[in-house]
């Protein structure tokens, strides 16, 4: 499949799908939501707890609409829907910064902008990798979806210096704006669709059904390892900037350790999909997967403001290290004949956990006085999702 466009096509789409995975929905809405969290809750008075618990509609109905923009993606290709949804996410993401004018204006706002946005996700962008690469499929996603790492570094500071200069209001309407000025000549220019998508005739296409995927073991272990692993790491993640604040640090550093997060993310990425190709990839991916249970320990056992950016570093490297598995592991059991639904159903898993992780870890820590507790059972629930994974022995046992 490689050979079907030439280097300069295959670099223009890497960096583009690159590009876009920057300024997806989950670096924006996702990742971005947790610098917004304390000035949302100084500047309108509305309960910190429930602003924080916003993320979790968020990733509910990104969840929930993946599977279907897996199917539009299988259906009409990947440019098409990346064309519409880059405009849409735009809209929806003004639409935040213009009619949040009380707490339940505002969380309809950001449900209907996680609708619009929800197919500028990792899956039309995963499927251009994989549709494209089949030689050094994991070093190709590998170098793409670090972008996302470089979004989690660059985007939240970026959010938080618009916030103290223009107000939490209009930083939406600027992410918006800014998001659209990216995506939109990915879309149009960057990107084409694979040969998967531009035969027509999916039935020679090699691969399960969906119907034939989920009849299978490996399917559910890996969905709900998937789920746990993004779950624990997110929780974490996307807490530290109010586990900073509560430790006394000011806005500017709090904002700062989602860089150690993304720069994490970045060299498990690129190192990881290089890896992929090179060693069993289930064993390797539990491996990784322990990685929230460090950052969850370090947590609990300490005090202070350094003890969380060194566990920033063990949450970026689990996410990191899914984004990658995720597509390997489904197209290597499954193949391609409808990996964008099969994907599609697994990223809902995995964008559902980043929001339910989240707002679970808040409500549970309540307001900053039970995290050690917290902590610790998250640490518990992160175990549990490399055992899943080597629980099959079918999935255990594929190649590189």
Not at 268 to 290: I, K, N, Q, Y
Request: aromatic share 10%.
């Amino acid at each position: 499949m490689d050979t079907t466009i030439g280097l300069a096509r295959r670099i223009a789409i890497v960096l583009g799908a690159g590009a876009g995975m920057y300024l997806s929905i989950g670096i924006v809405l996702i990742y971005g939501f947790s610098v917004f969290i304390v000035p949302i809750a100084e500047d309108t008075g509305w309960d910190r707890t429930v602003v924080a618990a916003v993320v979790a509609p968020i990733a509910i109905v990104n969840g929930l609409m993946s599977p279907v923009v897996g199917a539009l993606t299988d259906r009409f290709g990947p440019r098409r829907v990346l064309t519409v949804s880059s405009v849409s996410m735009a809209a929806g993401m003004i639409g935040v910064g213009i009619l949040s004018q009380n707490l339940t204006a505002f969380v309809g706002a950001v449900a209907v902008a996680s609708l619009m946005g929800a197919a500028q996700t990792g899956v039309p962008y995963t499927y251009l990798i994989v549709g494209w690469f089949s030689a050094r499929r994991g070093l190709a996603l590998g170098i793409m979806l670090s972008f996302v790492g470089l979004g989690i570094a660059t985007v939240p500071p970026f959010l938080a210096f618009l916030i103290s200069e223009w107000g939490w209001r209009l930083a939406f309407v600027a992410a918006g704006l800014v998001s659209m000025a990216i995506t939109l000549p990915v879309a149009l220019f960057a990107v084409r669709d694979p040969p998967v998508v531009q035969e027509g005739d999916r039935v020679r296409v090699e691969g399960f059904t969906v119907p034939q995927a989920a009849r299978t073991a490996s399917f559910w272990l890996m969905l709900a390892a998937f789920f746990l692993n993004y779950f624990a790491a997110a929780a974490g993640s996307i807490s530290l900037p109010v586990v900073l604040a509560d430790r006394g640090a000011d806005a500017a550093r709090s904002a700062f350790v989602m860089s150690f997060v993304g720069l994490s993310f970045i060299v498990m990425r690129l190192g990881f999909g290089a890896l992929l190709d090179r060693f069993a990839p289930v064993p390797l991916t539990s491996l990784a997967f322990l990685s929230p249970v460090v950052g969850h320990c370090i947590l609990l056992s300490s005090e202070g403001v350094m003890p969380v950016y060194i566990s920033a570093v063990f949450f970026g490297l689990a996410t990191g290290a899914e984004g990658d598995a995720i597509g390997y592991l489904l197209s290597k059991r499954f193949g391609m004949r409808s990996f964008g639904k099969l994907f599609g159903v697994n990223y809902m898993g995995l964008t559902m956990g980043a929001g339910l992780g989240p707002a679970t870890l808040h409500i549970m820590a309540s307001d900053g006085t039970r995290y050690a507790e917290t902590f610790m059972i998250f640490a518990g629930i992160a175990v549990i999702a490399p055992i899943l994974l080597m629980l099959d022995g079918r999935t255990r046992s594929l190649q590189r």
